[in-house]
């Protein structure tokens, strides 16, 4: 198993930026792909994100194109995103998530990721 904890959340103004952080404990970090997603207040959880096992490959939501990056340092055990030019409709409870590592491009679905964090509020103000 792996635990996850995410921080870096808070409240920003439209236009700013936030880099959350997803720290991860138990079994060996880099045989996961890992991937954040976000929910909104009375939404169902989306995905944001993804970064494969050797961060060769990632993959991202049409909507955060080009403002958010994902990262990973292994040996640090920790994924990161990176939301610049953050907009109001950001806001979310952000969760990073690990899943078996995949050929290729890492998985957007919820349902291909078996651990989960606890997840961050991310606020953005207009």
């Known amino acids: 198993q792996v635990q996850l904890v995410e921080s870096g959340g808070g409240l920003v103004q439209a236009g700013g930026s936030l880099r959350l952080s997803c720290a991860a404990s138990g079994r060996t970090f880099g045989i996961y792909d890992m991937g954040w997603f976000r929910q909104a207040a009375g939404k169902e959880r989306e995905f944001v994100a993804a970064?494969?096992?050797?961060?060769?490959?990632?993959s991202y939501a049409d909507s955060v194109k080009g403002r958010f990056t994902i990262s990973r340092d292994n040996a640090k055990n920790t994924a990161y995103l990176q939301m610049n030019s953050l907009k109001p409709e950001d806001t979310a409870v952000y969760y990073c998530a690990a899943g078996p590592r995949r050929i290729g491009v890492p998985g957007n679905s919820i349902s291909e990721y078996d651990y989960w964090g606890q997840g961050t509020q991310v606020t953005v103000s207009s």
């Open positions: 970064i494969s096992w050797s961060s060769a490959y990632t």
